[in-house]
């Protein structure tokens, strides 16, 4: 049961809570409440969330932090169902982005007074904001669009404006931040340079970030556990292990030490409900650590990273306004109170970091399992209503009037022809082998394959299919694909050449206690749809398509062809 443990938090938190003298005081309103703690526990059981942990900051009239902290469920499958705690290291992905801009920040502030350690490239005169990638990554930034490639800056990048959309399964382990970068001039965009906002990890790519972030920012702020080495964060005994929400599954921690290394600039820091306080305590008063007054964010960089420049969603709701983004956070209004926040998903973690600035009110929120982003939200807005003692919205319950969040992607859906076409050709003719420059080598096996590789890419899907009794099409594909964020490929026929795609991580042999085969994938961004062309009797490629705003978007500025509108376009050799 959650009740035990609760009653140990409950009592952390009233002994962080101010006490009221004769002096000129304020009592803050408590936040976590009973009723607050209740709503948390009905979220958790209706999600099947394992644990979630969270920490609430406020300054008090002498602008010191008042901190209360919570934690519900569990940290391990051995544990006792009670044994997360607010101390309880978790992966931020993408709320580790706030600390990559605050770092480049720290960077221009040192240059700019004489600090700096490591000489600009000679073609950068002055180090701000507007300074062009290409001027900082001399020989290696390039993109598609020789425009874009020429004139983004910095804070096109971090903004999500250079047009490039997310081709998260460009990158793979063993790639470097240098691969990265080098590889997307070969990546298609969607969009021009500023004309919309789409979210994309690899302009964030830094792989010596870490030390820096560590140094300059967690150190001070004496976030003691906090870190980008999950290796680290394991021996400690305080890191989460994770979950699937589908048949809740455990997981492994999805991104080992050298792919964390990789992916350290958009994703890759680990840190607790406890230590992120700390964090939030130093946000609300605007980069200057309360505890040591130590400028921690320069007022520059803090005010350039949270204005909104670009429109990520141009739709309110009657509790939400529309949604802008800065660098490495959003902005919008809730109940017309000023939110700046961001959100964190990578597979076995749904992660949300908050602070109301006019509000005086820090929040954030870790769960360790993923694809939860409403369930977290919703917690979110209840902590806010609690804390501004604003009218909590009847018939809001768990899972039921969440407003949505733009968290992640979004598929926009294609429509498939009704009835559906056959196949043109033999299901031998699409297998083989294709090649992507940015994407790399796909071998496709039919099921009927005998060949050594698919012999071995059949026998890694036959448990996990016989586990899952799902009715698959007779017309299919299979291959390995080690990308970050999978381990295999199928595709499904659907109609004509057209393919319906899943890009799951296999586990024939389980994971943790139980050792039943299963699957993973992202229900967003591990889906789409693969779309051949043949001729002349032969098939001549494939569209990989994972974002269809994208190639609709594609489709709108070129001719519109297979080849043009997907992200990416695979040759067959």
Request: hydrophobic content about 40%; proline content about 7%; some cysteine.
């Amino acid at each position: 049961m959650l009740a035990p443990l609760m009653g140990v938090w409950m009592g952390v938190v009233l002994q962080l809570l101010p006490v009221v003298n004769a002096g000129n005081s304020v009592v803050l309103r408590k936040v976590i409440t009973s009723d607050v703690s209740r709503f948390v526990e009905d979220v958790l059981n209706a999600s099947t969330i394992p644990g979630l942990s969270m920490g609430v900051v406020r300054l008090d009239n002498v602008r010191q932090p008042v901190v209360e902290l919570a934690a519900w469920g569990r940290r391990t499958e051995d544990g006792d169902r009670d044994d997360l705690t607010p101390d309880t290291l978790f992966a931020l992905a993408s709320c580790s982005k706030a600390f990559l801009v605050t770092s480049i920040g720290l960077l221009m502030d040192d240059y700019a007074h004489g600090r700096n350690v490591t000489p600009l490239p000679p073609s950068v005169e002055v180090f701000d904001w507007d300074t062009k990638m290409h001027d900082l990554l001399p020989g290696e930034w390039a993109l598609e669009d020789p425009w874009a490639s020429e004139k983004a800056n910095l804070r096109d990048a971090f903004g999500h404006v250079t047009g490039l959309p997310r081709h998260d399964y460009s990158y793979r382990p063993g790639d470097n931040a240098e691969d990265v970068v080098l590889r997307m001039r070969h990546l298609p965009p969607a969009y021009e340079l500023r004309e919309k906002w789409s979210y994309n990890n690899q302009v964030y790519a830094n792989a010596t970030i870490g030390s820096f972030v560590v140094s300059r920012i967690f150190k001070p702020l004496n976030m003691s556990f906090s870190s980008y080495t999950p290796s680290e964060a394991a021996k400690s005994g305080r890191l989460t292990q994770t979950w699937t929400p589908h048949r809740v599954r455990r997981i492994p921690y999805w991104l080992p030490d050298k792919v964390n290394d990789l992916f350290a600039g958009p994703g890759g820091a680990i840190s607790s409900a406890e230590d992120m306080t700390k964090w939030l305590a130093t946000l609300l008063n605007e980069g200057v650590d309360p505890r040591t007054n130590r400028t921690i964010i320069p007022a520059s960089t803090f005010a350039n990273m949270t204005t909104a420049r670009a429109i990520q969603n141009g739709v309110s709701s009657p509790d939400t306004s529309i949604t802008g983004y800065g660098m490495g956070w959003f902005r919008m209004t809730y109940k017309g109170r000023d939110v700046v926040w961001h959100s964190g998903a990578i597979p076995g973690f749904s992660l949300l970091v908050a602070f109301l600035p006019e509000d005086n009110l820090g929040v954030v929120l870790l769960a360790n399992m993923d694809d939860k982003a409403d369930d977290v939200m919703s917690v979110l807005y209840r902590v806010i209503d609690e804390a501004l003692d604003l009218p909590e919205d009847i018939g809001r319950g768990v899972g039921n009037g969440i407003p949505q969040t733009p968290l992640l992607s979004t598929q926009k859906g294609y429509v498939t022809e009704v009835p559906p076409k056959p196949l043109p050709m033999p299901l031998e003719a699409y297998a083989g082998l294709y090649a992507n420059i940015a994407y790399g080598n796909i071998t496709l096996c039919t099921p009927a394959n005998t060949s050594s590789y698919c012999s071995h890419v059949l026998a890694q899907f036959a448990p996990v299919e016989a586990a899952s009794g799902e009715h698959l099409p007779e017309a299919r594909l299979y291959a390995a694909w080690q990308r970050v964020w999978s381990t295999h490929l199928r595709v499904l026929h659907t109609s004509a050449n057209s393919f319906d795609l899943v890009l799951p991580a296999l586990f024939p042999n389980g994971y943790g206690r139980n050792k039943s085969a299963f699957e993973y994938h992202d229900p967003v961004n591990s889906v789409g749809r693969v779309e051949f062309l043949v001729g002349g009797r032969q098939v001549r490629g494939f569209a990989l398509i994972t974002e269809e705003d994208a190639a609709e978007a594609r489709a709108a500025r070129t001719n519109g062809t297979i080849q043009e509108i997907g992200d990416a376009w695979f040759d067959k050799l």
